[in-house]
């Protein structure tokens, strides 16, 4: 039973999130844009990758 208890307690430990562990209560950085999304709009993207000389990037999903 014990070991049950420090284990529970150890894997409490090495799981928490780090501000837990450290005690501070900084709020979360904002997510970084790694790429800059053109969202529905062909003609801009294109216009975009040609200016950089950057392909396109394009992404597509259906729920079924």
Known sequence: MKTTRLG???AAALFAAP???AGT???PAAPRQVLPFI???YT???ASAKAS???IFF???APW
């Open 8 to 10: 529970a307690v150890l």
């Open 19 to 21: 501000a837990a562990v």
């Open 25 to 27: 209560t900084a709020a």
């Open 39 to 41: 969202e529905d709009d």
């Open 59 to 61: 992404e597509a999903w």
């Open 53 to 55: 000389g950057k392909p």
């Open 44 to 46: 801009k993207a294109l």
